[in-house]
């Protein structure tokens, strides 16, 4: 079932970045006989960019290096979608430097290695990290796989329970033909099959994504169009729940090229939490603006309310899968802690990002860019 490709013999491009050229020479000559193909950065922002191009199978990365060091470059790999996977080996200057060994790690640095370097160590570092990445990838695709076919076949008898019980629960209501107490119970029963079936959507929207199945029916749209199609669902409920809408959309906006479904799903997703997190009286407003005038490359789209926030130190893992903040456990909310995360697989596959800044009791801002053309 694995393709654990057993990479023992093939050929491996690895990317080294160092700031001193004297060291790159020394290690490019050591190489010369391994089976390697060897890029070389000298520096962060110069990693950042041969990374993303050349997709490295792993980058071995100097920690000390003027300007932006070995931490931020890290950093700045993780956050990218096209290179947060590749495996980074860490290289430090000093054998007597736990804090930032365990800082690299605490990062997602897979491994370390102290200068001076040995060859053969650092050959058989660079083999036994790309293995291990390798099944990773793997096993994720295959979890995804089963999930995808899990919940597939669990939607199908879902929403005929679901149709079949709001079936009835109208049915009695409209006749009375039920007693007070058993049609609440209809309507709760009625009221879970909707919950897991929302939780199934999600799952199954999520590994289909993960799995890099996301088909984008991508058309020229509007933003205005995107807004609109998600405030026609939800509108009503901003209404009910007595939260006040307010819009800062300019109607000269340059034009888009994605999908108008998925991207009013982001838009549903993030309407739904500023409506279920900020309490009555509050108010959420969405304000879209280009990024630079007049000609503006990006739309920078962001929903903002006064609601009950998000900790900052819980920020970074507010777009994984099945996370709920502090903030939210409190609360009798109810979620899947998926929205999130499908935003921003929608969001990066029109080749955007997406963020979150926040202030506990004080509101919270999600902000997503989407290029323009
Ligand atoms: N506008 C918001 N205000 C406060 N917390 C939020 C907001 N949006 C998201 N969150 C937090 O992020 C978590 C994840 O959101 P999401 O992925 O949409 O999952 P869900 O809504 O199903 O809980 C929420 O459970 C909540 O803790
Ligand atoms: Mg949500």
């Known amino acids: 079932m694995f393709q654990t490709d057993d990479s023992s013999n093939s050929t491996l491009t690895v990317l080294f970045v160092d700031d001193t050229p004297d060291n790159l020479e020394l ?8 089976p390697i193909v060897m890029l070389r950065a000298a520096s962060g922002p110069e990693c950042l960019v041969i990374a993303e191009r050349d997709q490295p199978d792993v980058i071995v990365l100097d920690i000390q290096m003027p300007g932006m060091d070995g ?3 890290l950093r700045r790999l993780r956050a990218n979608h096209r290179t947060e996977k590749i495996p980074v080996i860490f290289l430090t200057a000093a054998k007597s430097d736990p804090q930032s060994i365990s800082e690299g790690i605490l990062l997602g640095a897979e491994e370390y290695l102290t200068k001076p370097i040995e060859v053969d160590e650092l050959m058989a570092r660079i083999r036994s990290i790309f293995r291990v990445s390798t099944m990773q990838r793997e096993l994720e695709r295959v979890k995804a796989q089963f999930t995808a076919m899990l919940v597939h076949d669990l939607r199908n008898p879902l929403t005929v329970i679901k149709a079949s019980i709001e079936d009835m629960v109208q049915h009695h209501t409209k006749n009375a033909s039920l007693d007070r107490d058993s049609l ?13 079936l929302d939780l199934v ?3 199954l929207d999520l590994s289909k994504y993960q799995a890099g199945q996301m088909q984008l029916d991508k058309r020229t749209l509007t933003i205005h169009e995107v807004v609109e199609g998600s405030l026609n669902l939800i509108g009503l409920q901003y209404k009910r729940k007595g939260i006040e809408l307010a819009l800062y959309i300019p109607a000269d906006l340059p034009k888009i090229k994605g999908d108008l479904g998925k991207l009013e ?6 309407l739904s939490n500023a409506l279920k997190f900020t309490p009555p009286g509050g108010r959420v407003s969405i304000e879209i603006k280009g990024n630079a005038d007049p000609d503006p490359t990006e739309l920078l789209v962001s929903v903002t309310d006064t609601g009950i926030g998000i900790p900052s130190e819980e920020l970074p893992i507010l ?6 903040a502090s903030t939210a456990k409190k609360t009798a909310e109810k979620g899947t802690g998926l929205g999130l995360a499908i935003c921003k697989l929608i ?9 979150a800044q926040s202030e506990v009791n004080r509101g919270t801002t999600i902000s997503f860019t989407l290029p323009v053309g």
């Open 27 to 34: 290690l490019g000559f050591a190489l010369k006989k391994k």
């Open 71 to 73: 931490f931020e470059t």
């Open 184 to 196: 609440g119970v209809l309507n709760t029963i009625s009221q879970s099959t909707r919950g897991i």
């Open 201 to 203: 959507n999600d799952l």
């Open 265 to 270: 799903q982001v838009m549903n997703n993030l």
């Open 319 to 324: 777009f994984d899968h099945f996370r709920q």
């Open 347 to 355: 969001v990066q596959a029109h080749g955007g990002s997406i963020a």
